[in-house]
């Protein structure tokens, strides 16, 4: 059987429920304690620079307050790496990040882009983050993440989720087939190895059961689904998904 594979559970679509009347509810803090009570690994949240969802008081609460790790998303910039040097969260993940976006679309260019984020990386290790780098499945991109000093990687699952969603099977399987060929290249260059974005109980299994995989984080579906029947009951169907995937 494969290692068990942790389930990290995005709560930013928490906070922009919350944004969208201004008030203090639903509180993206409770929402994460919640889902560690259901069985998440650990808690995910992003930063973004216009803090449309996640905001820095919400951030320094879940420093204080979860008792499993925290994966701090956030885009290679010198304010967010100003706030990461400053809390020292058990990880960040860095991602690509345009305004205009509604989600973060594509993976990060870390081929062109080597010295800078090797400057960028090397003080957040030292001070004890797992840095992770959010990626498409692409060889050339992962050889740099390995070059830069990344301890992990995370897989973009997006294409792949939209694929599927739009029942493009073909497209979905060539996709899943490149993030399947990927993981391992990753795996052989000593990259701890996590995927996400736009997974869903009906995408998850093949993910689910590719065994480098270490974690998927999981966000907007798990919040939207909460909706129906509730976070705690999201979260353990998809824990059970995921564990029913790797037998
Ligand atoms: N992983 C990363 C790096 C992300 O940026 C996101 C979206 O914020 C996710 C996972 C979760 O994606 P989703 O909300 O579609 O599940």
Known sequence: MAMKQRLGVNIDHVA???????????????????????????????LREDRRHIRDADIEALMAELTTPLNFEMAATSEMHA???????????????????????GGLEVAADQSRLTDFIAPLAQAGCRVSLFVA???????????????????????YSDFHAEGHTQAATDELARITR???????????????????????????????????NIGHFLIGEAVFMGLASAIAEMRRLMDDARG
Do not use: S, W
């Open 16 to 46: 922009t429920l919350r944004n969208a009347r201004g008030g203090a509810y639903p509180d993206p803090v409770r929402a994460a304690l919640m889902a560690e009570a259901a069985g998440a690994d650990g808690i995910t949240a992003h």
């Open 83 to 105: 706030i990461a040097l400053r809390l020292k969260p058990h990880a960040v993940c860095i991602v690509p990040e345009k305004r205009e976006e509604c989600t973060t679309e």
């Open 137 to 159: 499945a692409d060889e050339r991109q992962l050889e740099a993440c390995a070059r830069v000093g990344a301890a992990v990687v995370e897989l973009h699952t997006g294409a």
């Open 182 to 216: 990927c993981a391992a290249f990753a795996d052989d260059l000593d990259l701890e190895v996590h995927a996400g974005h736009g997974l869903t109980f009906d995408n998850v299994a093949p993910i689910a059961a590719l065994p480098q995989v270490a974690e998927l």
